[in-house]
């Protein structure tokens, strides 16, 4: 089955320079679950964030149905 969201090579480090996602790759396809677990302070608000649109990877793309939805880098 095609994926229909793909996050590659997802990075973020905030004001600082601080590193709070780093080379981070997702592929869902329809009807499909996934969650995002990890430690605290790990990066998952960030990433899912980025997800979201409400911040801009420093690097990486994200496409919605194999359409480049935002590219950065």
Sequence with gaps: ??????ARHLAYAY???VLAVRDISLSMVPASMTAVIGAN???KST???MLAGLLRPASGEILLDRSEERRVG
């Design 41 to 43: 302070g790990s990066g």
């Design 15 to 17: 004001s600082g320079g």
């Design 1 to 6: 089955m095609k994926p229909f969201f793909e």
């Design 47 to 49: 990433f899912v964030r």
